[in-house]
Every structure is written in structure tokens, then in C-alpha cells.
Nanobody, 121 residues
Framework: QVYLVESGGGLVQPGGSLTLSCTTS????????MAWHLQAPGKERELLAD???????HYADSYKGRFTISIDNAKNMLYLHMNDLQPEDTAVYYC???????????????WGQGTQVTVSS
């Protein structure tokens, strides 16, 4: 099966840092075009940042400077490094992207299950 698995969420104090991780369900799968999204309480899900297989990334204006998206193709891992977290960053964070399967021309668009990040003292 083709799916994404996230980890790394939790409770952090204001000003703290956290790194989220996302990987595929099988090591033979390859992440191609990936992104992190977040959904804050009572708000719609929004795009935070995206990155392609070559490492070129883009950020929503609100998250430039504090958040960094990265991809390790050798380990098949997607990361979101978050610094100087504030209570307004409290949300469920989702990874999403196109997954390539060996021997198949079609890529699969998949979402992770979401991981909760809570910023509170």
C-alpha cells in the first residue's frame, strides 16, 4: 500500500523548536513533489511549504524564516524544522505529495494522517 507516515508532533513551549518527519509506507517508494500543510483549530487547512525532489522549496509568506522544509532522498524522509514556535502555530500538521512506485508511470497523491503540534506554556 502507498501511504505517508508522519511523526514528531507534541507539546512545546513558546519559543521552542520542533522537527516533524514524514516517510513513505515502503522504502521502495519515492517522494517526488512534497509539501507540509497545517490546519489550526477552527480554520481551513493551508499550505505551509512545498519542495520538489531536487530540493527547490517555496514557503507561504507567514512561515518564511521560522520554518524550513527539507527532503532526504536517500533516506526517503521529508522534514519540517520549526523554530521560535508560538501559540498561534498550534495546529495539526500534514505532509502531502506525489509518490512514485517502481515500474508504474502513474504517481500517487497521498496525505499523511496528521500530527498535532501544541505550543503552550
Amino acid at each position: 500500500q502507498v501511504y505517508l507516515v508522519e511523526s514528531g508532533g507534541g507539546l512545546v513551549q513558546p519559543g521552542g523548536s520542533l522537527t516533524l518527519s514524514c516517510t513513505t509506507s515502503e522504502s521502495r517508494l519515492t517522494m517526488i513533489n512534497m509539501a507540509w500543510h497545517l490546519q489550526a483549530p477552527g480554520k481551513e487547512r493551508e499550505l505551509l511549504a512545498d519542495i520538489d525532489w531536487g530540493g527547490e522549496s517555496h514557503y507561504a509568506d507567514s512561515y518564511k524564516g521560522r520554518f524550513t522544509i527539507s527532503i532526504d532522498n536517500a533516506k526517503n524522509m521529508l522534514y519540517l524544522h520549526m523554530n521560535d514556535l508560538q501559540p498561534e502555530d498550534t495546529a495539526v500538521y500534514y505532509c502531502n505529495g506525489e509518490i512514485a512506485v517502481p515500474g508504474r508511470s502513474t504517481m500517487y497523491d497521498r496525505w499523511g494522517q496528521g500530527t498535532q503540534v501544541t505550543v503552550s506554556s
